[in-house]
């Protein structure tokens, strides 16, 4: 069956201007999580989503990131007035519920560069 | 807070040679505890996992153990294969109810013939 995807899965943008990164979960997956992979370092957790609710914000770096899930599916983080420390690769995974019982199925991620 | 630390990289064997990869985690709690792996060209994706103390999880030829004691969780495999060669990550869970990972930097294998 399908995975996780995410689209687009390279964007390139300009300093100030907004982005949207776009994740499409496992059909049927609860849980839905968005993490960020900054150069030579771990992934970072941003977002919790459980169903269409957003229980855990804590990881979002600034009010310049925000994230939205609609129908249990599809979810879109976006990156308002991007700067350049904003570049990385954000992954979004999804799991059948939260906990540890439940597998996360990574995405292979969207790399954004802002120049 | 959570962290997890790992061996620095890249790590480059020859094949058929024996891996560890460290990986130590802060004591908050009673974590669950991974692997994830990325391979080339694919996204992470689960290797092996243990959920309490003295736990071993095992795949494909890779093993790790729960070491409380340690707060440890070293990746193993005693013969690498050139199909190795990818990202590891060590991970765990964040201290909630949920599924909120915090990982290592990862660690770079690179298997030659």
């Known amino acids: 069956g399908a995975g996780v995807s995410q689209s687009p899965s390279n964007k390139v943008t300009e300093k100030g201007k907004d982005v949207e990164l776009r994740c499409d979960p496992i059909?049927?997956?609860?849980?839905l999580y968005w993490y960020r992979q900054r150069l030579g370092q771990g992934l970072e957790f941003l977002i919790y989503?459980?169903?269409?609710?957003?229980?855990?914000k804590s990881g979002l770096p600034s009010d310049r990131f925000s994230a939205e899930r609609t129908g249990e599916s599809v979810s879109t983080l976006t990156i308002q007035r991007t700067q350049q420390e904003d570049s990385a690769v954000y992954l979004c995974?999804?799991?059948?519920?939260?906990?540890?019982?439940?597998?996360?199925?990574f995405g292979p991620g969207t790399r954004l560069t802002v120049t | 807070g959570n962290s997890v630390t790992q061996m620095e990289g890249p790590v480059t064997l020859s094949e058929e040679a024996f891996l560890t990869i460290n990986c130590t985690y802060t004591?908050?709690?009673?974590?669950?505890l991974f692997w994830y792996v990325q391979y080339p060209g694919e996204g992470l994706q689960l290797l092996l996992k243990?959920?309490?103390?003295?736990d071993k999880g095992s795949n494909k030829g890779f093993e790790a153990t729960y070491r409380k004691e340690t707060t440890s969780f070293h990746l193993e495999k005693g013969s690498v294969q050139v199909s190795d060669s990818a990202v590891y990550f060590c991970?765990?869970?964040?201290?909630?109810?949920?599924?909120?990972?915090?990982f290592g930097q990862g660690t770079i294998l690179t298997v030659h013939p």
């Open positions: 995974a999804s799991s059948l519920g939260a906990g540890a019982s439940y597998e996360q199925y």
């Open positions: 059909s049927g997956h609860t849980a």
């Open positions: 989503f459980q169903g269409n609710s957003a229980p855990d």
């Open positions: 004591a908050t709690g009673y974590p669950s």
């Open positions: 243990a959920t309490k103390a003295d």
């Open positions: 991970a765990r869970l964040g201290g909630t109810s949920y599924g909120k990972l915090t």
